[in-house]
């Protein structure tokens, strides 16, 4: 009876160390990550990491700031190597805690890159042009929060703590950077979702873009920021009656991002300034980008129009995904186009002129 009891015992550990193991999920790689699934924070650190590990020769990431608990704020730097200085493109999501499907489409966006540019003539150029940074998450403290239990799961601001005379934690990071701060369609009132903090870059998220971008933007050439919902395309600015000095380049640039999202699964997008297809806002990334000379800023408020709003479910990723990365890839073609071959011919246009302007001279000498 002691042996067969023995037995019993041992068979039960067994049996307890086969359960555990089966729950362990395999380890993360490129090949088995799910990009049709929303991450938890770590998991999408996690990847990041593999990005740069299994793609050497095209990515590398850097910490650029800290958040307010201490968590580092990373970017992804996507770019084939050249000894010359490139343009960039800037992209960031997640500014807003709830907006789930904006964190998952910076991760599309970054494994369509890096799965066609080996193949694609035209993504291989931009990527011998460009640097794409990226940041899937800037408001990782409010992203983290989100996931502690359904109650937390439809915060928006940052964790920061208040200040003294209000007892609400965070600020919307989207009111708080140098662009008409503070000005309309804000709250002073940190206990409201649209409280521009105490003051202008009084949140280390929007002191951490506001530090990288500027100290590279004279280099900066698109500035794409993504948000969910409302199936937007939002121009500069915010602000009414105020309008960036290459609007109509802008709406034009929107409106031709819109037709390509349509190509793919049919999905309407409306594109225009904050004050004219949504409401106005002051102290929004997408104006102060604009406003310290970046051509060109955008904002994607992504899927869908308010049925499932904040929670969209798993099985609108992909097609969600699949739609705003072909309207992204139109404006920043676009944009390097604009850049690198209209540049190429002025600068033909101007050599052929002298060279005719010599030859004119010869002949008549």
Same mark, same amino acid.
């Given at each position: /009876?002691? &042996?067969?009891?023995?037995?019993?015992?041992?068979?039960?550990?067994?049996?307890?160390?086969?359960?555990?193991?089966?729950?362990?999920?395999?380890?993360?790689?490129?090949?088995?990550?799910?990009?049709?699934?929303?991450?938890?924070?770590?998991?999408?650190?996690?990847?990041?990491? /593999?990005?740069?590990?299994?793609?050497?020769?095209?990515?590398?990431? +850097?910490?650029?700031?800290?958040?307010?608990?201490?968590?580092?704020?990373?970017?992804?730097?996507?770019?084939?190597?050249?000894?010359?200085?490139?343009?960039?493109?800037?992209?960031?999501?997640?500014?807003?805690? &709830?907006?789930?499907?904006?964190?998952?489409?910076?991760?599309?966006?970054?494994?369509?890159?890096? &799965?066609?540019?080996?193949?694609?003539?035209? /993504?291989?150029?931009?990527?011998?042009?460009?640097?794409?940074?990226?940041?899937?998450?800037?408001?990782?403290?409010?992203? @983290?929060?989100?996931?502690?239990?359904?109650?937390?799961?439809?915060?928006?601001?940052?964790?920061? @703590?208040?200040?003294?005379?209000?007892?609400?934690?965070?600020?919307?990071?989207? &009111?708080?950077?140098?662009?008409?701060?503070?000005?309309?369609?804000?709250?002073?009132?940190?206990?409201?979702?649209?409280?521009?903090?105490?003051?202008?870059?009084?949140?280390?998220?929007?002191?951490?873009?506001?530090?990288?971008?500027?100290? /590279?933007?004279?280099?900066?050439?698109?500035?794409?920021?993504?948000?969910?919902?409302?199936?937007?395309?939002?121009?500069?600015?915010?602000?009414?009656?105020?309008?960036?000095?290459?609007?109509?380049?802008? +709406?034009?640039?929107?409106?031709?991002?819109?037709?390509?999202?349509?190509?793919?699964?049919?999905?309407?997008?409306?594109?225009?300034?904050?004050?004219?297809?949504?409401?106005?806002?002051?102290?929004?990334?997408?104006?102060?980008?604009?406003?310290?000379?970046?051509?060109?800023?955008?904002?994607?408020?992504?899927?869908?129009?308010?049925?499932?709003?904040?929670?969209?479910?798993?099985?609108?990723?992909?097609?969600?995904?699949?739609?705003?990365?072909?309207?992204?890839?139109?404006?920043?073609?676009?944009?390097?186009?604009?850049?690198?071959?209209?540049?190429?011919?002025?600068?033909?246009?101007?050599?052929?002129?002298?060279?005719?302007?010599?030859?004119?001279?010869?002949?008549?000498?």
């Amino acid at each position: /009876m002691l &042996r067969l009891g023995g037995f019993l015992v041992f068979t039960q550990l067994l049996l307890g160390v086969y359960h555990v193991l089966s729950d362990i999920k395999p380890l993360v790689t490129l090949e088995n990550y799910d990009y049709t699934k929303y991450h938890p924070m770590e998991e999408i650190t996690s990847w990041m990491v /593999m990005v740069v590990k299994e793609n050497p020769e095209v990515a590398s990431s +850097m910490v650029y700031g800290n958040t307010f608990e201490g968590k580092n704020i990373s970017v992804l730097k996507i770019g084939l190597n050249s000894t010359k200085s490139k343009k960039v493109i800037w992209m960031d999501c997640g500014i807003h805690a &709830r907006e789930w499907i904006s964190p998952a489409f910076c991760q599309w966006f970054v494994k369509e890159i890096l &799965r066609t540019y080996k193949t694609d003539e035209k /993504m291989n150029t931009i990527l011998q042009n460009l640097d794409f940074y990226v940041t899937p998450v800037l408001n990782i403290d409010g992203y @983290t929060y989100t996931w502690h239990n359904e109650s937390s799961r439809l915060w928006r601001k940052s964790r920061s @703590t208040p200040p003294k005379d209000c007892s609400c934690y965070g600020a919307d990071l989207n &009111r708080n950077f140098n662009a008409n701060w503070g000005m309309i369609g804000v709250s002073r009132n940190c206990c409201e979702e649209i409280y521009c903090g105490s003051g202008v870059l009084s949140e280390k998220e929007a002191q951490a873009v506001t530090t990288l971008v500027e100290s /590279m933007k004279d280099r900066v050439i698109c500035f794409l920021t993504i948000h969910s919902y409302g199936q937007l395309i939002l121009v500069p600015y915010g602000y009414p009656e105020v309008s960036a000095p290459n609007y109509e380049e802008l +709406m034009q640039v929107g409106l031709e991002a819109a037709e390509a999202i349509k190509s793919v699964h049919g999905t309407d997008y409306t594109v225009g300034s904050p004050p004219d297809v949504l409401y106005a806002n002051s102290g929004s990334s997408r104006d102060w980008a604009r406003l310290i000379g970046i051509p060109f800023s955008f904002t994607f408020e992504l899927r869908d129009k308010g049925d499932f709003g904040f929670t969209l479910p798993e099985n609108q990723i992909q097609p969600t995904c699949e739609e705003a990365y072909a309207g992204a890839c139109s404006i920043i073609t676009y944009v390097h186009d604009k850049v690198f071959y209209n540049a190429a011919t002025a600068i033909t246009s101007v050599w052929a002129a002298l060279l005719m302007s010599c030859l004119t001279s010869v002949i008549f000498l």
